[in-house]
């Protein structure tokens, strides 16, 4: 329904569907697998809050902690009513905050908590992380719904007053799609020409409609001058501390967003080899007469170069933009980031970061129904997508129910064509059972190695997409735990009778699982899969020391 009349109508008709007994763990879980979906209209993607209200009026006969756990991770907001006979420690375990967990008598005294619950809907709290979940290691990566990001926007006269209403809606869409708050997503920006100049800092506002009502009343700063690596300098010491509002140091993930129009009269390096040890992670969008070299030295990878010729053109970047802004993980200072992406040419270490080694996982059971041509076909697409070859990327395909079977290693083939060619006689595995746990750890020890074409210990990003129709039979938890130690970065694909809360313990954040109702939906998450697995960020701590001798050896810093 669209209209509130519509819903109203819809409730004072609803009748008791009846029943004994009360299975409320498993109601938890089918509304996470039905209802909090893209397909149902859930816009858990464009950052909108989602909100669970339970009212019970009993003790769950079955476990609701597994199911509840889930939702939370899914960063859905539970509320739990209780009335007459409903158990209070459920109620609480169930509950996003104890807050949220709300008892009455009977019935008939709803309206005495009716205002509580609609204030607590009207500002929800921050979903909690679910610290008691067994097999689930916490991971930086798993704080990414909290970032702090910092627009520096040139303000000369490159973009003048014309242009910055098209920067402003630029700016405005972006923010609208992220999910503003204290403790979710911070917005901090500055503006600068031969100076810079600070708008409102991250924690100046905590609103989205504050943010925007900002954005839509800047005015432009004026002059002729870029000095554009002072401006990365002065966000740097203004912006990125923790009492302009940074979170660093909590290890929230911080990224810069430049905007320039024009070329810096001043070095751009020094600043930007700063940003980078400090761990934020630098995206540059150039406009017009923005000098493409200096935009590389500034990103921190290729792949967060946008350009454009005019300011009109801008939305065709916004969701190239948007994709690694909302997904990806960096490090905090201290910790080394590997970056999918293509390579600079003048460095051999970083030609070996941005190679890819990718490994589909596909549920090959009767499960999976008539639907595994259209599976194969999807295959096929996104490998079209890819840059395939020795030193670039390399695909294997693994498919699995009750035991896994490897189709082709990494070092298979080294051309698109020849890779292409094999999936196209790809053929269903069948079985009944769907053991994704021993395939997982089937992958991890037998794939993604050496002997099998990994490059994995020369630096390349190591990813893992599974493709599944069905709930497993085994346990996931500790294969997934070993999938992430070893580096590897799964992306998860359920469509069917998929468990979204099994989904959850296998990739490193939601942002990594696409729900779909059936595999018909594929190609509707192609170009987003693509976006991912070409702008991942690895985070892994440091392992080794550097043993290279320096030129100016009587120098050290103690």
Same mark, same amino acid.
């Given at each position: 329904?669209?209209?509130?009349?519509?819903?109203?109508?819809? #409730?004072?008709?609803?009748?008791?569907?009846?029943?004994?007994?009360?299975?409320?763990?498993?109601?938890?879980?089918?509304?996470?697998?039905?209802?909090?979906?893209?397909?149902?209209?859930?816009?858990?993607?464009?950052?909108?809050?989602?909100?669970?209200?339970?009212?019970?009026?009993?003790?769950?006969?079955?476990?609701?902690?597994?199911?509840?756990?889930?939702?939370?991770?899914?960063?859905?907001?539970?509320?739990?009513?209780?009335?007459?006979?409903?158990?209070?420690?459920?109620?609480?375990?169930?509950?996003?905050?104890?807050?949220?967990?709300?008892?009455?008598?009977?019935?008939?005294?709803?309206?005495?908590?009716?205002?509580?619950?609609?204030?607590?809907?009207?500002?929800?709290?921050?979903?909690?992380?679910?610290?008691?979940?067994?097999?689930?290691?916490?991971?930086?990566?798993?704080?990414?719904?909290?970032?702090?990001?910092?627009?520096?926007?040139?303000?000369s006269d490159n973009v003048g007053n014309t242009n910055l209403i098209l920067v402003h809606d630029f700016i405005r869409n972006i923010i609208e799609n992220l999910n503003?708050?204290?403790?979710?997503?911070? #917005?901090?920006?500055?503006?600068?020409?031969?100076?810079?100049?600070?708008?409102?800092?991250?924690?100046?506002?905590?609103?989205?409609?504050?943010?925007?009502?900002?954005?839509?009343?800047?005015?432009?700063?004026?002059?002729?001058? +870029?000095?554009?690596?002072?401006?990365?300098?002065?966000?740097?010491?203004?912006?990125?501390?923790?009492? =302009?509002?940074?979170?660093?140091?909590?290890?929230?993930?911080?990224?810069?967003?430049?905007?320039?129009?024009?070329?810096?009269?001043?070095?751009?390096?020094?600043?930007?080899?700063?940003?980078?040890?400090?761990?934020?992670?630098?995206?540059?969008?150039?406009?017009?007469?923005?000098?493409?070299?200096?935009?590389?030295?500034?990103?921190?990878?290729?792949?967060?170069?946008?350009?454009?010729?005019?300011?009109?053109?801008?939305?065709?970047?916004?969701?190239?933009?948007?994709?690694?802004?909302?997904?990806?993980? #960096?490090?905090?200072?201290?910790?080394?980031?590997?970056?999918?992406?293509?390579?600079? *040419?003048?460095?051999?270490?970083?030609?070996?970061?941005?190679?890819?080694?990718?490994?589909? +996982?596909?549920?090959?059971?009767?499960?999976?129904?008539?639907?595994?041509?259209?599976?194969?076909?999807?295959?096929?697409?996104?490998?079209?997508?890819?840059?395939?070859?020795?030193?670039?990327?390399?695909?294997?395909?693994?498919?699995?129910?009750?035991?896994?079977?490897?189709?082709?290693?990494?070092?298979?083939?080294?051309?698109?064509?020849?890779?292409?060619?094999?999936?196209?006689?790809?053929?269903?595995?069948?079985?009944? *059972?769907?053991?994704?746990?021993?395939?997982?750890?089937?992958?991890?020890?037998?794939?993604?190695?050496?002997?099998?074409?990994?490059?994995?210990?020369?630096?390349?990003?190591?990813?893992?997409?599974?493709?599944? =129709?069905?709930?497993?039979?085994?346990?996931?938890?500790?294969? =997934?735990?070993?999938?992430?130690?070893?580096?590897?970065?799964?992306?998860?694909?359920?469509?069917?009778?998929?468990?979204?809360?099994?989904?959850?313990?296998?990739?490193?954040?939601?942002?990594?699982?696409?729900?779909?109702?059936?595999?018909?939906?594929?190609?509707?998450?192609?170009?987003?899969?693509?976006?991912?697995?070409?702008?991942?960020?690895?985070?892994?701590?440091?392992?080794?020391?550097?043993?290279?001798?320096?030129?100016?050896?009587?120098?050290?810093?103690?």
């Amino acid at each position: 329904y669209s209209s509130e009349d519509e819903i109203r109508s819809h #409730v004072e008709g609803l009748r008791l569907r009846g029943g004994t007994s009360l299975n409320t763990g498993a109601a938890l879980d089918y509304v996470l697998r039905t209802h909090f979906t893209r397909p149902s209209g859930s816009r858990k993607e464009e950052g909108v809050h989602q909100i669970l209200v339970l009212v019970a009026a009993g003790r769950s006969r079955d476990n609701v902690k597994p199911s509840a756990d889930a939702l939370k991770q899914a960063a859905v907001t539970i509320f739990a009513v209780g009335a007459w006979n409903a158990d209070q420690g459920q109620l609480r375990e169930i509950a996003s905050d104890p807050s949220l967990s709300l008892n009455v008598q009977e019935f008939h005294s709803l309206p005495n908590v009716q205002e509580q619950v609609m204030m607590s809907i009207s500002t929800p709290p921050a979903p909690r992380e679910s610290t008691n979940a067994p097999t689930v290691p916490i991971n930086p990566a798993q704080k990414a719904s909290k970032r702090d990001i910092v627009f520096l926007i040139d303000g000369s006269d490159n973009v003048g007053n014309t242009n910055l209403i098209l920067v402003h809606d630029f700016i405005r869409n972006i923010i609208e799609n992220l999910n503003i708050g204290s403790d979710h997503v911070r #917005v901090g920006l500055a503006q600068f020409s031969y100076n810079a100049k600070t708008e409102f800092y991250l924690n100046t506002y905590t609103s989205k409609a504050e943010i925007l009502r900002r954005v839509k009343g800047l005015k432009l700063k004026g002059g002729t001058i +870029l000095n554009t690596g002072a401006a990365l300098d002065f966000v740097f010491q203004n912006h990125f501390t923790s009492q =302009a509002g940074s979170r660093k140091d909590q290890g929230v993930p911080q990224f810069l967003v430049l905007f320039t129009g024009g070329k810096s009269l001043d070095a751009v390096k020094p600043q930007a080899d700063a940003l980078k040890r400090a761990a934020i992670a630098t995206f540059a969008v150039g406009v017009r007469n923005a000098d493409l070299a200096q935009l590389q030295e500034i990103a921190t990878d290729p792949n967060l170069v946008f350009s454009v010729k005019e300011f009109n053109n801008l939305p065709n970047v916004q969701e190239r933009v948007m994709t690694p802004l909302s997904t990806l993980s #960096v490090p905090t200072a201290g910790e080394s980031t590997r970056i999918a992406g293509e390579p600079p *040419v003048t460095n051999e270490k970083a030609s070996l970061a941005r190679q890819r080694d990718i490994v589909f +996982l596909i549920d090959g059971t009767l499960g999976m129904g008539k639907a595994f041509p259209l599976v194969r076909a999807f295959l096929m697409r996104v490998i079209q997508e890819l840059d395939i070859g020795p030193d670039k990327d390399q695909i294997a395909v693994v498919q699995y129910s009750h035991d896994p079977k490897t189709e082709f290693e990494l070092n298979t083939y080294t051309s698109k064509d020849e890779v292409l060619a094999a999936t196209t006689q790809l053929r269903r595995k069948t079985g009944r *059972v769907l053991n994704t746990g021993a395939a997982l750890n089937y992958v991890t020890k037998n794939v993604f190695i050496t002997s099998a074409g990994s490059r994995r210990d020369t630096g390349a990003t190591q990813i893992l997409v599974l493709i599944t =129709a069905g709930k497993s039979r085994d346990d996931v938890g500790q294969a =997934a735990f070993a999938v992430k130690r070893a580096g590897i970065v799964p992306i998860a694909i359920g469509a069917k009778s998929a468990d979204t809360s099994e989904l959850l313990q296998i990739v490193y954040e939601s942002n990594f699982i696409f729900k779909l109702r059936d595999f018909r939906e594929l190609p509707s998450i192609q170009k987003e899969l693509i976006s991912k697995v070409k702008t991942v960020f690895i985070v892994e701590e440091i392992t080794a020391v550097n043993t290279e001798v320096l030129p100016e050896v009587s120098k050290r810093d103690i």
